[in-house]
Each structure stands twice: as structure tokens, then as C-alpha cells.
């Protein structure tokens, strides 16, 4: 018998890289599709189909023939203003699957794909088209905060990279600048904190950014942002790897609560159980074939209401994690942000990534004025290798006293030309 060799799913293989790029073009697309489906009077669970509907059919088109797992690494929400967490209401829930979108809301869409187990997630936040936001203009609360979110993002990605990774210089300069030590994850809330006062908005409690693996969404190391009581954050991001990020600011005190809306939400865990009810084994098996360790909701299930029953026991026996909707503790407009990047020897690429805003339509007086923060912003995500430079889409300057963050982008579309080689 021939010996197996052994797959390496790392990035060190080009396959895994574009696997992930393929995801990610997947979610990007179905993102900007439930965009323009979230108007005024459509129900959020229609909504939610049609995006899982798009997903299955984007998913189906590629790799054709080939024996490995895809579909849905994230299954469509849209998550009202209030609400933290990703929401998607069930159709047997008469009076949750009624709900409708409501002009000039903050609401949050999030969803994602995967190819062989390498997902790409994708969150923004958007305003409900009415009238305060007629003609794409965005004046007073919701400006300050979607603009929080985006800096604050693009603050915590810089922070993101490895130390000395861009350092120029000579040999000696660089080994000095790799040697430094990472930011520790207190600092990087402090730092985001700052954003958030500019804009008088706060921080979400225990925002949390996660490694991903091969059919893990939730891997070893994991960044937690503004932490409650007993929660930290374990390891700091290095070459080779790919993260989940997510950044959350609210127009209240940032504190969360657990809501009455039923949880319809599941993930897998690795805990084995014997579960004792007919139902829970049925329910138990569907998962695993249709889903694997991705999370899922109820209303994906063949049969959604014995889907309500055989979860029970799952989550008892811990064979499911069951995550409950979350919305900020003062009733207050959330806005979140979560995109998937690779961290690589040029620098962190933008996997899939909600789609830089227009600066020009957010109106509003107040802007960033630390000198700290500004300079860190001036920093590239990623090294410029000489790849394609033409037909760049430069983006608007930022609500701050000045700013390259834009060309930052730039040099890292270059990188992201290349990036396949690593």
C-alpha cells in the first residue's frame, strides 16, 4: 500500500490560502446582496433565508467534483438595533418571524462561507435607508458611531501585526524590531477606548477576536476587547495564521445583557455524550452531516420544530454551545464590525471585510486629535511587493486631523495580489 502523506492545511500551502479567498469572495458577494435586500418593512427572516438560500448556491459552484466539505460557515443574521449578538428568528416563532426592518435602524448583518473547513465571516453595520440618511448622507449619533467602528477596526488591525514584521532597515534593525514585545491586549483596549471617546461612544464588553482553524471558528488563541469580570484574552497573532476580527462600540455604556428572544443559534462541540432521547440523536445527527463544527440555526434543520425539542438535551449534555442573544444592557443603537484576515511574511490581508465607507456622507463635528493614535494609523497593513498597482480605489480621508490610511489600504491591496505565493 502506497504511504498517505499527510495534508498540510497551514498557510505554508498555497491551496489553503486560495480555499480561504474563495470563501471570502463568496461572503462578500452574498454580504453586499443582503445589503440591498435590508429596507424598510422587510422581514428580517425572510431576509435571513434568502441569504442562506445564496450562500448554498455561490458554495455549489466551485470546487465542483471535488470530495471535500462546503457551504455555510455562518448562517445570515440581521441583528437589530440593540442587539450585540447575531440574530436570525425562527418562522415557527410566529411573533419573532414577524418582525420587520424599520427605516434610519442600526442594524448588524453577518454571515459566511467555507471551503474544505476554511471560513470567512463577515460583519457590517448599516442604517436602514429613510429619512435621516436620505441620499446616503449620515448626520449626527449614527455617524459618530459607524465611524467609531471603522477606525476602531482599522486601529486594531495595525495593532494586529507582529512586531518588526514591516520594519525596514538594516539586518541588525530589523532582528532589533522583531525582538520587541507584542502590545498586550490591555493596551489595545486602551487604545480603542480613545477611539471610542472621540466620538462619545463606548466600547462593547468582551468583544472577542478569534484564531481560526481548519473547521474551527474558535481556535487556541483568542484577543477579548474591553473584558468583563473574569474573562481574558490568550496568545497574540503571529505569521502563519488567520483571525476573526471583531470590534463592537454602542452610543450606550458598552455593558451587555442576556435577552428573552429564544436563542436559535448552535455550534458543535468536541464533548461526547450519550444522549438518551430518539429526537436529540436525530437532531445530533443532521448537524453533523449538514453543518459540521460551523454554527447553524434551528430554522435550517429539516424539521424546525422537533429541531426545538432534540436541542434540549444537546445543550444540557454540552454536545451543543447554545449562544444566547445578547443586546446592549441600556437599549442602546450597537454597531459591529468582524472580518477575516491572514497574517503572512508581507504583512495582515483583508480575507473579506465590510466595504470602506464614505467618509464625506458621515456628517458630524467630532474626530480623532490623539497624536498616538493618528500615528498609528499611519502604519501599512502589509508590505508593498511590487504586485499590481494600477486601477487602485483610493479611499476618502478620514474624519481625523490627517491621516494615510488609505494608502495604507493600498499597499495592502499589493500584498494581497501576491499573498498566494506564501
Known amino acids: 500500500m502506497a504511504e498517505q502523506t499527510e495534508v498540510d492545511y497551514s498557510l505554508a500551502n498555497p491551496d489553503t490560502l486560495t480555499k ?6 463568496i461572503a462578500n458577494k452574498v454580504l453586499a446582496a443582503v445589503t440591498g435586500w435590508c429596507t424598510e418593512g422587510n422581514k428580517i427572516l425572510t431576509i435571513c433565508e434568502r441569504g442562506d438560500k445564496l450562500l448554498d448556491e455561490e458554495t455549489a459552484k466551485v470546487y465542483k467534483g471535488k470530495k471535500i466539505s462546503k457551504g455555510i460557515a455562518h448562517p445570515t443574521t440581521v441583528s ?3 442587539f450585540v449578538t447575531p440574530y436570525t428568528p425562527l418562522a415557527s416563532d410566529a411573533e419573532e418571524a414577524a418582525v420587520a426592518l424599520k427605516a434610519d435602524d442600526v442594524i448588524k448583518i453577518q454571515l459566511g462561507a467555507q471551503i474544505d473547513g476554511f471560513g470567512a465571516i463577515v460583519c457590517d453595520t448599516i442604517v436602514v435607508p429613510g429619512a ?14 459607524l465611524l467609531a467602528m ?11 501585526v507582529p512586531p518588526g514584521l514591516l520594519a525596514g532597515g538594516s539586518d541588525e534593525e530589523k532582528a532589533k524590531a522583531a525582538a520587541g514585545r507584542p502590545i498586550t491586549q490591555s493596551r489595545i483596549t486602551a487604545l480603542l477606548q480613545k477611539v471610542a471617546d472621540s466620538y462619545g461612544v463606548s466600547l462593547v464588553e468582551s468583544t472577542t477576536c478569534w484564531m481560526f482553524e481548519r473547521n474551527e471558528i474558535e481556535g487556541k488563541k483568542k484577543m477579548v476587547i474591553a473584558p468583563g469580570e473574569g474573562v481574558k484574552g490568550e496568545g497574540t497573532p503571529d505569521v502563519g495564521e488567520v483571525w476573526g476580527v471583531e470590534v463592537g462600540v454602542s452610543m450606550g455604556s458598552g455593558k451587555v445583557k442576556t435577552l428573552a428572544n429564544r436563542p436559535t443559534l448552535h455550534r458543535r462541540t468536541t464533548t461526547t455524550y450519550g444522549l438518551k432521547r430518539q429526537s ?3 437532531t445530533l445527527s443532521e448537524i453533523v452531516k449538514k453543518f459540521g463544527t460551523f454554527p447553524f440555526s434551528l ?5 424546525e420544530r422537533s429541531a426545538k425539542v432534540g436541542v434540549v438535551e444537546c445543550v444540557r449534555g454540552n454536545v451543543l454551545r447554545q449562544y444566547e442573544v445578547v443586546g446592549d444592557k ?21 480575507l473579506v471585510a465590510p466595504p470602506a465607507p464614505d467618509i464625506e456622507q458621515y456628517k458630524t463635528d467630532k474626530k480623532i486629535m490623539d497624536d498616538e493614535i493618528l500615528q498609528i494609523l499611519e502604519r501599512p497593513l502589509a508590505r508593498s511587493t511590487g504586485g499590481k498597482s494600477k486601477n487602485k480605489k483610493k479611499k476618502k480621508k ?13 499597499e495592502e491591496d499589493d500584498e494581497d495580489d501576491d499573498s498566494d505565493e506564501e
Open 20 to 25: 480561504y479567498k474563495t470563501a471570502a469572495q
Open 330 to 350: 441600556d437599549g442602546e443603537p450597537v454597531a459591529r464590525m468582524f472580518s477575516t484576515v491572514a497574517i503572512t511574511k508581507n504583512g495582515l490581508t483583508r
Open 398 to 410: 478620514p474624519a481625523a486631523k490627517k491621516s494615510t490610511a488609505a494608502a495604507a489600504d493600498d
Open 80 to 82: 437589530p438595533s440593540s
Open 150 to 160: 471603522y477606525w476602531a477596526n482599522e486601529l486594531l488591525l495595525r495593532l494586529m
Open 299 to 303: 430554522r435550517q434543520l429539516e424539521d
Open 280 to 282: 436529540s440523536r436525530q
Open 132 to 145: 435621516k440618511n436620505e441620499g446616503d448622507k449620515l448626520p449626527g449619533r449614527e455617524a459618530d458611531l
